[in-house]
């Protein structure tokens, strides 16, 4: 097999174009991309430089003005010209993140509209899954249960916790149950039979938020 140095560097996976109205009257047509690491790597510091050069203390996931910032400089790095190719995207904000931060029409609402999509976008094609439905939690559960890591390696850190959860908490109702049957009574741990009652239990459609993101 070749080494990584052999393969064609540059080509990168984008979105089909969108078209989002940003204000009354005021279109505009782009595609998206993942983030390298270097970007990301970027995107955080400049976050949290911004964030403490605005006064935050410790700058992290959930903060306001973190937050904000991380979407602008993502919007910087993600948003490519729509008429891109994959081995020479370039920027659809031309000026940066300063060019998002300084526009008068991309108010805050517009920005997290745009973050959201392409957020979402990356869901789609990232190698890691964030959330699982039912159907794709039966899929793993199945290919786990024969041996395969694959499936599950594919999870997001917070996605497997909630897999593993919720599979535990399934695998202790059985028992529960089939300890009834056979006893023909209550279960006799009340303090295990509530805590794995139905509406205890996660739903696997329900991400479990990312500590990493």
Known sequence: MPAFSSIVAGTQHLSDPETVEIAPGVSITF??????????????????GEAKAQGVDDP???????????????????????????????????????QVRG????TNDAIG?????????????SLQ??????????RVMQEVGVGNARPFLRLRQGARWNFTRTTVARLLNL???????????????????????AEDLPDPAEATPDPAD
């Open 129 to 138: 899954k964030g959330e699982l439905n039912e159907i794709e939690y039966n």
């Open 31 to 48: 595609r998206m991309r993942p983030l390298a690491p270097f970007e990301t790597i970027a995107v955080l510091s400049a976050a949290r």
């Open 175 to 197: 028992r529960l149950s089939k300890s009834d049957s056979f006893s023909g009574r209550e279960a006799t741990s009340p303090s295990l039979a509530r805590s794995t009652e």
């Open 113 to 125: 509209y745009l973050f959201a999509l392409w957020e979402h976008w990356y869901e789609t094609v």
């Open 60 to 98: 992290d996931a959930g903060e306001p003005i973190y937050e904000l910032a991380r979407e602008i400089h993502t919007l910087a790095f993600g948003l490519v010209d729509a008429d891109s190719k994959s081995d020479d995207p370039k920027p659809f904000f031309d000026g940066g993140a300063a």
């Open 103 to 106: 526009s008068k029409l991309l």
